[in-house]
């Protein structure tokens, strides 16, 4: 009777483990997330390292208008990853998030989404009406930031509607008055002649209007000796506006100093100076066929260059654009551009910049004043006719087109409107300049070109407008006197004020009385004693550039060590936190700057609802789940602009894939491995398992460096290489035979196992500041050590090195194996794919050498488990040569039938005549 066969599958060693293969992490994370919540990880964190070194990053707070997006996404996970880091460094790592809450965009969304009519519903009404829509977006955001597993102090953030942050603010701003940085001055904002009153962009909407454009030519009245050479002819700069009634506002012409300009002879008529670019278009459009170029000169030669103002007895002085004022282009015009520092703002900027005249010579009703000379009285669209045929007459005209252009009109009475200088608060940045510049020195800039461009930002500064005619912000708390209007600002009155604000909120300015304002008895230096109040509220940007005051200093966390935002914020955040800093206190609020890239699309387009290419983090982790969303902020190099796109987040997903397959496989073969016990120490181990722990280290130090200099592409790239080659491609496939086919308790298996255990944990540790959820899961499933903090990877310490681990001979010794390796594995895709062999362990290797015999001698009892293969054969090449030849034939003997290698000794053993001499001792 023919003997029953026996199913040596079972007494196969196999990976065991109720770690998922499929993540499915769209409906696992929210789960992991409750855990992470119930069991309070942030505060547990904050805990274990209380006492420690501080790490405080400063969130820099989105504005609370809207869903969050994938900037916001890519912003707080580069935050989350480094709070992570330094948590597990033990550093005590305070994260507060906070939201920005005032001014236009709330404004803006309130009266759209809610159709709220700030007129008739009064001042304070209106104010809840926004307080309400931006608390609403503030507990959906945070929720949407819980969802991408940011570790903060979520119950307690900073939000800038708060009365104590309000308080704050006002105290500050007291600061800088009594140093006396705080003036009143002139600033152009949308006014609407027909309402008398000055708009928010809120309130204007755009309509296509047909206008006339015009060329003005401008005589050079002082040339610098510039154009010594031609200055036998009158010489004019040629401009070109669509607003022919500011011209009475002219006081200068921007040039783009990297612009080449054409001097154009035309003849009787002189020379004029036009962008060599535009050149023929001009001389189109004013019909002169017969022209001369003499000359080309570039912009910046032209600065400071003195013209005559075609019809009012003014000088009109030549200065230079810059991305900061007026960018001259050349798509239309001259490329050289009529400045009116009165009526715009890039104008008014460039005024500030270069010391031109700020005259405004529009009244409210839209009249002309004294100030545009013969003009004066006209209303501002009939001056357009006048000047247009004055400018004729007195031949400064060279040329007219009518053109349709995008013209701004009041949402109201729906008329157009104008651009129009009014009063306005500033903080004037001369007072404390060289001092910010000095503490720019002393704050590390990553990347490092961030130092040149702040501090080019700020040399270049004058002032910053700091008041705006809205009602959705921070009142600025100054009143008048009402004989004098002279301003009243004393400690006195910025403490009751901030008191008051403390415990009402900010509505107290327009529901209180004056005189409950003010401190008791106040009079004015003119004896009176009756005052009114400052209308306008203080700019966004002066609330979020205070909150290094309300969140840090008040919590004893100042300075920051870390500001991180996106790279738009050297002209915003970075630098109203910096400049209201140094103002007080004489010193930076942060010590280092990140910044990152803006988001564009697969192909490096710009992300717009226009063309479609936006992918929402919504989006993103309905489908993949928000690991595979941190993976790419990981994997990106986010100084530079950042793609993002369906088949990167396709490619992430595979990446990720193959990591968690790399844990899974790990926590199987662990699965009858108690750490406590089973452990094999170091000198024991076999000496692939010494590579194995020299790789771990390599990653250990390159990780430690990467995220110690926020480099997190560098660790993914590294992590990857790891788990696919270092572990996946060589040592789990190497060792596999050994886990499988050895008695549980062999040395060699445990051996083996330590090894996987030390790296798995090491790498879950790695991950855990990337993939937030994943790292959980995985520690959950890890047999740990006792006396080690199961909670959470987040309790344990980062990984260091081990200096045991680095054996510079096993090293050097493994890489010449594996370049040997490498060198079969070809060889025996080539006899695959001849039909020779299937498997690789149906094949026979036979190795031929001369100057490598000896050494391969001394490793041959390991290749067959190295190449994977049932047999290696050596033989001594005559031939004198570094050269290694490789034979791949049939492996003689018969397949085992359970570790399905090929062995002469299979069929030898009476009892297991299936098995070969190895897996036979191996059941027994």
């Known amino acids: 009777m023919e003997e029953e066969k026996k199913d040596y599958g079972k007494t196969l060693n196999l990976p065991k483990t109720d770690f998922e293969m499929r993540a499915n992490l769209p409906e696992n994370e929210p789960k992991m997330l409750a855990k992470m919540q119930d069991k309070k990880l942030y505060q547990l964190c904050l805990k274990k390292n209380e006492g420690n070194k501080k790490y405080v990053l400063h969130d820099g707070p989105p504005y609370a208008n809207g869903n969050i997006h994938t900037g916001h996404a890519l912003n707080k996970t580069l935050k989350d990853i480094i709070v992570r880091y330094n948590i597990m460094k033990g550093n005590y790592t305070p994260y507060i998030p906070g939201w920005d809450t005032h001014g236009l965009p709330i404004e803006k969304q309130a009266i759209k989404i809610l159709g709220v009519n700030k007129d008739e519903i009064g001042i304070s009404k209106f104010r809840d009406t926004c307080k309400e829509f931006a608390l609403k977006y503030v507990d959906i955001q945070r929720e949407q930031f819980k969802r991408l597993g ?364 004056v005189k409950d304002l003010m401190p008791e008895n106040a009079k004015c230096t003119c004896g009176c004693s009756k005052f009114t109040q400052e209308s306008d509220i203080m700019d966004v940007w002066f609330d979020s550039g205070t909150t290094h005051f309300s969140v840090l200093k008040e919590k004893g966390l100042w300075p920051a060590d870390l500001y991180l935002e996106g790279n738009d914020q050297y002209r915003g955040w970075f630098q109203s936190s910096l400049l209201t800093s140094i103002a007080v206190t004489g010193k930076a609020p942060y010590k280092s700057v990140l910044t990152h890239g803006w988001l564009v699309d697969g192909e490096g387009k710009k992300m717009s609802k226009s063309l479609g290419n936006g992918i929402e983090p919504e989006e993103i982790i309905k489908q993949y789940g928000a690991d595979i969303l941190r993976l790419w902020v990981s994997s990106t190099d986010y100084t530079n602009d950042i793609r993002i796109s369906k088949d990167i987040l396709k490619q992430l997903a595979e990446v990720y894939r193959k990591v968690r397959n790399t844990a899974r496989y790990m926590l199987g073969n662990l699965s009858d491995f108690d750490i406590n016990k089973d452990a094999v120490e170091y000198e024991k181990l076999e000496e692939l398992d010494k590579w194995a722990l020299i790789k771990l280290n390599d990653l250990v130090k390159t990780s430690n460096k990467a995220f110690e200099e926020f480099d997190f592409h560098i660790a993914y790239q590294n992590v990857n290489k790891f788990c696919v080659i270092d572990m996946s491609n060589i040592y789990l496939d190497i060792i596999k035979d050994r886990l499988y086919t050895l008695k549980v308790n062999d040395p060699k298996r445990r051996a083996a196992q330590t090894v996987m255990y030390e790296i798995l944990v090491t790498l879950t540790k790695l991950l855990t500041p990337i993939l937030a959820f994943t790292a959980e899961e995985i520690w959950e499933n890890i047999s740990h050590k006792v006396g080690v903090d199961t909670e959470s990877p987040l309790l344990s310490d980062w990984p260091l090195p081990k200096t045991q681990y680095d054996n510079k001979a096993i090293e050097e010794k493994w890489d010449e194996i594996l370049s040997i390796k490498e060198l079969v594995a070809k060889e025996l895709e080539v006899a695959r794919a001849s039909k020779i062999i299937g498997h690789s362990l149906n094949a026979k290797v036979i190795l031929s050498a001369s100057k490598k015999y000896e050494f391969l001698n001394s490793i041959l009892p390991i290749l067959k488990d190295v190449f994977i293969v049932s047999q290696v054969e050596l033989e001594k090449d005559i031939i004198e040569t570094n050269e290694i030849k490789v034979k791949i034939s049939q492996a003689d003997g018969e397949k085992c039938e359970r570790c399905w290698g090929y062995s002469t000794t299979v069929g030898k053993n009476e009892k297991y005549p299936t098995l070969c001499d190895k897996c036979a001792k191996n059941i027994e």
């Open 150 to 513: 940011i570790m903060a102090d979520w119950d307690d953030p900073y939000i800038t509607l708060k009365p104590e942050f309000e308080a704050k603010q006002v105290e500050v701003f007291g600061d800088m008055f009594k140093q006396g940085y705080i003036y009143k001055g002139l600033k152009p904002v949308y006014w609407c002649t027909d309402c008398e009153t000055a708009l928010a962009e809120a309130e204007i909407e755009y309509q296509d209007d047909k206008t006339t454009s015009i060329y003005v030519k401008f005589k050079v009245k002082d040339d610098k000796k510039v154009f010594e050479k031609y200055n036998s002819k009158d010489i004019y700069f040629v401009i070109w506006t669509t607003t022919t009634w500011t011209l009475p506002g002219n006081t200068g012409i921007v040039a783009g100093p990297e612009i080449e300009y054409s001097l154009v002879d035309v003849g009787t008529k002189g020379i004029y100076v036009i962008a060599k670019e535009l050149l023929e278009k001009v001389m189109s459009v004013a019909k002169i066929t017969e022209y001369k170029v003499l000359d080309t000169i570039e912009g910046s030669k032209l600065d400071g260059i003195i013209c005559k103002h075609p019809f009012l007895e003014r000088d009109s002085r030549v200065v230079m654009g810059s991305d900061d004022t007026v960018k001259v282009d050349l798509e239309t015009g001259t490329g050289l551009v009529h400045c009116a520092p009165g009526h715009g703002m890039e104008d008014y900027l460039n005024g500030l910049k270069n010391g031109l005249d700020i005259i405004v010579p529009v009244d409210g009703k839209g009249h002309m004043t004294e100030e545009a000379g013969m003009f004066s009285g006209l209303y501002y669209q009939k001056a357009n006719n006048e000047i247009l045929a004055h400018l004729e007459k007195i031949d400064a005209l060279l040329a007219s087109e009518v053109i349709e252009h995008s013209y701004p009109h009041c949402w109201r009475c729906k008329e157009p409107i104008i651009l129009r200088a009014t009063s306005q608060w500033f903080a004037s940045i001369k007072g404390f300049r060289d001092a910010t510049l000095e503490a720019i020195k002393d704050i590390k800039w990553i990347p490092g070109w961030g130092e040149e461009r702040i501090n080019n930002m700020i040399k270049e500064r004058n002032d910053w407008c700091i008041s705006r005619q809205r009602v959705w912000g921070v009142p600025i708390p100054i009143f008048f006197c009402e004989e004098c209007q002279k301003e009243y600002v004393t400690d006195e009155s910025i403490k009751k004020v901030a008191k008051i604000f403390r415990e009402k909120g900010s509505n107290a300015w327009y529901d209180m009385d």
